[in-house]
């Protein structure tokens, strides 16, 4: 079963976004295990913006990228936002293939997610 | 007193040890008394306390407990409905009751998951009836072209499927991989595929047959799944290919003349993702010179591994079709492919489904059996 830590990072000094950080592989075998451990926390998700640091993610597969959508989608009805930052080269890969960005803006750094969510309206 | 309580022998020593103080007590108080010959009614009287105390030990530590075990055991075996055991005891009859209490879990647990696998065998036969009655069972001919397409499933339904359409001139064949497996995928698969049926009849183009395919398709699925897609176009009277993408895997071109092999993105975006792919989808052409093959695959024969972990890769994938692809008849050329790609993976499960087809441009009208899709 791939391995993955999820660790939510709240009082960034901002009010108005937090950072999840994912570190190891998201794929069919634990997709499961992310999608409760994060259920409650977008339940109650308040703040204007999302920050996805797949920095330390060193694999996902379709099913993981399935995850990423519905997260998109859950936070959209909500009329929240969300951005992807630090995404490995292999990981940007797959999203490039599939079309995520096009969906999902994925930024190199979390500064840049900021900047991004500050510049638009 | 713990080390009498863990064991029946212990329990039974202490039992005759008292006894034996008792009776020995009561022997020689007649001793002291001068009497060496004890009277037939102290000797009954001393048997009958022995049988007395012993019949009520044997019947509280051993003979009640036992036949509580017993009568769960048969309740058990016999289907009827069973009770916990509860004791404090940490003798045998202790160990026994928590053995029976650990076991009769580990059954219901095992029910539990016959019942749920035979559940889910179930669903799966469905799903795999849904693929199965979805994939072409052979290959149509193309015009101007030799073309294989095989497909091998995983031991769970992966979401592979193709087909090939015609409408006039204009002749479509698609590769798509959906995400997730089971019947959600099944009946993904499933949609799409009589999606694109109708909208082949519609539109002439791969393009706009995708547009309408990913507009019906979004709002009915859930918003984890979507299906990855790349279509060929072949004009067979302009004599013009081209693709339309919908993220999925590339689109590799062996170069006749250069035995080389080009690696090109489909582009596009997966359908099922967003509701409008208009302005994302891309039709891109794709020039041919006879000997030119293109191959279509599914992300299940570069994601493939071996025994050391490596994944086949895109790279060994192309190494492979430039090797291969002046082979011979078609036919050569995918069994040689398959043959890399199968040593390559050794003896390791596979755990996706893997689908390659093979499209080498003639430039001439092949009269070509149909062969079987099945790898």
């Known amino acids: ?121 | 007193m713990d080390i009498f309580k863990k064991t029946l022998f212990r329990k039974a020593f202490l039992v005759l040890v008292v006894l034996g103080i008792i009776g020995g007590g009561i022997v020689g108080g007649f001793y002291l008394k001068g009497k060496t010959v004890l009277p037939f009614w102290v000797i009954l009287i001393i048997i009958g306390v022995y049988l007395a105390v012993s019949g009520f030990t044997f019947f509280y530590f051993v003979s009640r407990p036992f036949s509580l075990i017993m009568k769960e055991v048969k309740a058990v075996l016999t289907g009827d409905k069973y009770n916990k055991i509860y004791t404090k005891r940490i003798d045998e009859f202790g160990i026994f009751s928590h053995f029976f209490n650990e076991a009769v879990l580990s059954l219901e647990q095992v029910k539990k998951d016959i019942k749920e696998g035979k559940r889910m065998s179930s669903e799966l036969d469905i799903v795999q009836e849904i693929q199965r009655s979805i994939l072409p069972k052979a290959i149509p001919s193309l015009p101007k072209f030799d073309v294989i397409a095989k497909t091998r499933p995983a031991t769970e339904v992966g979401g592979d499927s193709f087909d090939f359409i015609q409408n006039n001139n204009k002749h479509f064949v698609y590769i798509g991989d959906v995400t997730g497996h089971g019947a959600p995928a099944g009946v993904i698969m499933l949609m799409v595929n009589a999606l694109i049926h109708v909208f082949a009849e519609k539109f002439d183009t791969a393009r706009e047959i995708l547009i309408n395919v990913n507009r019906i398709l979004k709002p009915r699925i859930r918003t984890t799944m979507f299906m990855t897609l790349v279509m060929l176009e072949w004009d067979s009277v302009q004599q013009k290919l081209t693709y339309t993408g919908a993220g999925h895997e590339n689109v590799l071109v062996y170069r006749a003349s250069q035995g080389v092999c080009e690696i090109n993105q489909s582009g596009g975006i997966a359908l099922g993702m967003v509701d409008d792919n208009t302005h994302i989808l891309q039709e891109k052409p794709i020039s041919l010179a006879p000997g030119d093959t293109v191959v279509l695959y599914t992300d299940g024969v570069t994601e493939a591994k071996n025994s050391a972990g490596e994944q086949f890769g895109i790279e060994r994938l192309k190494t492979a079709i430039e090797k291969n692809a002046a082979a011979g008849t078609i036919d050569d050329i995918f069994k040689k492919i398959a043959s890399d790609y199968a040593t390559f993976c050794e003896e390791e499960v596979q755990e996706d489904d893997v689908t390659l087809i093979v499209a080498r441009y003639t430039g001439v009208d092949t009269q070509k059996g149909l062969t079987s899709t099945q790898w």
Do not use: H, W
């Not at chain 1, 079963?1 to 000094?13: C, D, E, Y």
């Not at chain 1, 490039?96 to 991004?116: D, F, H």
């Open chain 1, 1 to 121: 079963m791939a391995q993955i830590k999820i660790n939510i990072i709240s009082n960034v000094g901002a009010d108005n976004y937090e950072i999840i950080e994912f570190t190891g592989e998201m794929d069919k075998s634990n997709v499961a295990q992310v999608r409760s451990g994060l259920d409650e926390f977008l339940l109650n998700y308040a703040k204007d913006y999302l920050i996805l640091d797949l920095e330390g993610l060193a694999f996902i597969n379709s099913e993981g990228v399935g995850y990423l959508v519905s997260v998109y989608y859950r936070l959209l009805k909500k009329a929240k936002k969300m951005c992807i930052s630090g995404a490995q080269k292999q990981v940007t890969d797959v999203f490039n293939l599939v079309g995520l960005t096009k969906l999902i803006p994925c930024y190199p750094t979390t500064q840049e997610c900021v900047q991004a969510f500050q510049q638009t309206p």
